[in-house]
Nanobody, 123 residues
């Protein structure tokens, strides 16, 4: 059972930056595509970014394109989400998820999920 643990959330002012990390329990991260999702209070969960197992494919939601960057370091079983120019509307619980199939990140139907880390952006 793959386990994922997010970290790096916190309180930041508008325009600031945070880097989220998603640490994976096994040394087989290279077999999995990873996605970042978020859920704001009272809203449905939405897809933020996806990265393929090799890192050669990435996806970003329109409202984070150019501000967020996803990357991965398979040797240390960790995926990152660098978030710059943060806005109050980025406030949400951020989750990472993993699956062997990249296309399941696009549909949000990934097999393994972390418990989330809270990002709060003040205006």
């Amino acid at each position: 059972q793959l386990q994922l643990v997010e970290s790096g959330g916190g309180l930041v002012q508008s325009g600031g930056s945070l880097r989220l990390s998603c640490a994976v329990s096994e040394s087989t991260l290279g077999y999995y595509a990873v996605g970042w999702f978020r859920q704001a209070p009272g809203k449905e969960r939405e897809r933020v970014s996806c990265i393929s197992k090799d890192g050669d494919l990435t996806y970003y939601a329109d409202d984070v394109e150019g501000r967020f960057t996803v990357s991965r370091h398979n040797a240390v079983n960790t995926v990152y989400l660098q978030m710059n120019s943060l806005k109050p509307e980025d406030t949400a619980v951020y989750y990472c998820a993993a699956d062997r199939l990249f296309r399941l990140c696009m549909s949000g139907a990934m097999d393994y999920w972390g418990k989330g880390t809270l990002v709060t952006v003040s205006s």
